[in-house]
């Protein structure tokens, strides 16, 4: 089964710096799908950003980019120019290519001070 | 474009009651999913749907039932609630062609 780590349980940025939040997961598989979610106090799960395991690029939205190390299976999500409407739960997500079972981390917990 | 919508948005249910949380999807997608949040742990998958008329059990089916009822709509039935089935209840769908699931606003249910 698949598995995925979030190491980070609570994260901290001041206003305007930069934050990574870590993911890594555990498979077998060759191709994939892998996703990073935002959880507001709203409680609304927001797709930020995805990847395909078959693309070496990187996926960028915005102010939001992955570092994708395939062979280390590692998926890490960078927030440049944090703002305050940034603080939220993080989840990092996998699924299998044709697969409806997706998997998740334990979230990371991230506060944006101004 | 209502997006995923779920009933209701808050439940408080006494042990041994039965409810259904509805869910509901205006996209035109294929495959619905129903899943669990608590407290420390990321969303598991409950049951899906890949296509109306076709159920499947996930990660955490036990205590649970559900019902495509259409291909709009997917239901969640608890037909004898535990304390241990108190958590936020969401439910997502996801499109023939696409890999992203869109989640619904949540339902959070509460068993004493």
């Known amino acids: 089964a698949q598995t995925v780590t979030q190491s980070q349980p609570e994260m901290s940025v001041q206003e305007a710096e930069t934050v990574t939040l870590s993911c890594t997961y555990d498979?077998?598989?060759?191709?994939?799908?892998l996703f990073w979610y935002k959880q507001p106090p709203s409680r609304q799960m927001i797709l930020v950003i995805r990847q395909e395991a078959y693309k070496q690029q990187n996926a960028t939205e915005n102010r939001f980019s992955v570092n994708f190390q395939k062979a280390a299976k590692s998926f890490s999500l960078k927030i440049s120019d944090s703002q305050l409407g940034d603080t939220a739960m993080y989840f990092c997500a996998f699924m299998k290519q044709n697969n409806n079972d997706m998997r998740f981390g334990a979230g990371t917990r991230l506060t944006v001070k101004p | 474009n209502a997006g995923v919508t779920q009933t209701p948005k808050f439940q408080v249910l006494k042990t041994g009651q039965s409810m259904t949380l509805q869910c509901a999807q205006d996209?035109?997608?294929?495959?619905m999913y129903w899943y669990r949040q608590d407290p420390g742990m990321g969303l598991r998958l409950i049951y899906y749907s890949a296509s109306e008329g076709t159920t499947d059990k996930g990660e955490v089916p036990n205590g649970y039932n559900v019902s495509r009822l259409n291909k709009r709509e997917f239901s969640l039935r608890l037909e004898s609630a535990a304390p241990s089935q108190t958590s936020v209840y969401f439910c997502a769908s996801k499109g023939l062609a696409g890999d992203t699931q869109y989640f619904g606003p949540g339902t959070r249910l509460t068993v004493l």
């Open positions: 498979t077998s598989e060759s191709n994939y799908y």
């Open positions: 996209m035109n997608h294929n495959s």
